[in-house]
């Protein structure tokens, strides 16, 4: 079965929902999520708190990502027969620009109270919002009481909108349970199963509705690749998908399934070369492979100063180390160039989950959120490279894996320039991330100025890999 499209960002910008941790019982191991939660209702003017921040446990398949608000809905059900949904994820970090990661809340609408406990909200201690000391407590608080301006579903009546909508257009027969999957920065999920049929319906905010627009042309152009789009959707933020019959690449261990998928995608990346102009024009980020060299440094440079605002930016010593990866970096480029590749479509977060083979052997991909045309060779950071970690099921067949991506791209250049490129590509991902979520970065820095932590993160992984980082 599918899992639910993770409307979700990349690894690099940020991990929702809040952290797993393994907890052991007995002779088994279960999941354990600490859930922290803050309690909302509407009124005529906005939200008011009605409890302060708590938290509480799901263990087990409660705690995997895709059944967490599910189970927290529940949760309020069975305990105090009080129904409430998600409206969004609440990253204190983020909000507030705070030096310390601080795990994230759940901000819950209470549609009925029933026998939920409230009491005064004015005073709530800053060790229950986080351990993290700059973490502000009221501001946090009074940031709960605000929907988002770029989620939607932060509103506290969009689920029902969304729910009278799916039931209008859709028919009861197709619409039997509406479940909540996501609530994310990036993207609300809902997943609606039917008498026949199960589908996700995913909200996008406006600076990555170009996903809607791509899968559009995809499914035009060439449907093998993604999930069956359904055209009819209640704006051009949303569209609806039905659900893959098969099984993630999470769920397999057979090197040969791998092997069938990462070819197919780079079939499919070759495929999808044609289109880039019309990707271009449905507004689908592009980043030119030719030149690359020649505009890095300038590109590093905005990179540097967009990163002095965070509070954990690049150190002194660090940024000695700057001149001489550009320099390396630049070489990099070149060998990408030398490939002869044709520009493609980049998957922005394609990992094991995002991948699927499906009943009759073929694979298609899901959240296609932070997609873009570049370098095909970028796709493959959270597929093909992480099989590099020593850790990983696969790491004794990365060789087997990498021959099989790279097969399909020998009608393009010889075996030596293509794996030299890959190489490449392997060393420049986290600069071209930064790049890539710069611009997503600055566009929310009203909202969410703490992202900007992200840019020197991925500058340090970009320092380690060109082995930058134990250097005096």
């Known amino acids: 079965m599918q899992a639910a ?44 708190l009605v409890g302060a921040p708590h938290s509480f446990c799901l263990l087990g398949a409660e705690a995997d990502p895709d059944n967490v608000l599910e189970a927290v809905r529940i949760h309020f059900l ?41 009491g005064n909200t004015a005073v709530v201690n800053s060790q229950e919002i986080s351990q993290a000391p700059a973490i502000d407590a009221s501001s946090l608080l009074m940031e709960s009481t605000r929907p988002c301006p770029f989620q939607p579903w932060s509103e506290p009546d969009w689920l029902r909108k969304c729910s009278d909508w799916l039931v209008r257009n859709l028919g009861p027969d197709a619409v039997r349970e ?46 093998e690749v993604c999930a069956t789009l359904l ?12 659900e893959i019959e098969g099984c993630s690449l999470a769920t397999i261990d057979e090197p040969g399934k791998w092997e069938a998928v990462l070819a197919s995608v780079a079939r499919m990346q070759i495929a999808s070369a ?62 990408l160039e030398e490939c002869g590749l044709p520009e493609a479509v980049i998957h922005g977060d394609l990992n094991e989950s995002n991948l699927f083979l499906t009943d009759t052997n073929d694979s298609k991909l899901i959240d296609w959120s932070f997609s873009r045309v570049g370098h095909p060779f970028f796709i493959l950071g959270h597929s093909l490279f992480s099989t ?35 190489h490449a590509a392997r060393r420049l991902i986290p600069i071209e991330a930064a ?26 992984r970009a320092l ?9």
């Open 274 to 335: 044609k289109y880039a102009n019309d990707m271009r024009l449905a507004g689908v980020p592009s980043r030119n492979i030719r030149g690359l060299a020649n505009i890095l440094g300038e590109n590093l440079k905005g990179l540097l100063n967009m990163q002095e605002g965070a509070p954990n930016r690049l150190r002194a010593a660090e940024l000695r180390r700057i001149p001489a990866m550009a320099s390396m970096a630049a070489d990099d480029c070149r060998r």
């Open 231 to 242: 055209y009819v959707r209640p704006d051009d933020n949303t569209h609806i998908t039905q």
């Open 5 to 48: 499209p993770s409307s979700f960002q990349p690894d690099d910008l940020k991990c929702v929902p809040p952290r797993l941790r393994p907890a052991n019982y007995g002779a088994l191991v279960y999941l354990m999520l600490t859930v922290r939660v803050i309690l909302v209702q509407g009124r005529s003017k906005g939200l008011r």
């Open 388 to 422: 590099y970690d020593r850790q990983h099921r696969m790491f004794n067949e990365r060789a087997r894996l990498r021959e099989a991506y790279l097969e399909p791209w020998r009608a393009y250049s010889s075996a030596e320039r293509l794996l030299d490129g890959l």
């Open 435 to 460: 790049q890539c979520l710069a611009g997503y970065i600055r566009g929310l820095e009203k909202e969410e100025p703490g992202n900007v932590r992200y840019i020197p993160r991925l500058l340090r």
């Open 178 to 223: 509406i479940r909540q999957i996501r609530v994310n920065a990036t993207g609300a999920v809902l997943k609606v199963t039917g008498r026949r049929f199960t589908y996700f319906l995913k909200a996008l905010p406006s600076f990555l509705s170009y996903e809607t627009r791509l899968l559009t042309l995809l499914d035009g152009k060439l449907p």
């Open 464 to 472: 380690s890999e060109f082995g930058l980082t134990r250097l005096s």
């Open 78 to 118: 069975n305990a105090w027969r009080s129904e409430v949904h998600a409206l969004r994820w609440l990253f204190p970090n983020d909000i507030l620009l705070a030096a310390d990661v601080s795990d994230p809340f759940l901000v819950l609408h209470v549609d009925t109270i029933g026998n939920l406990p409230v």
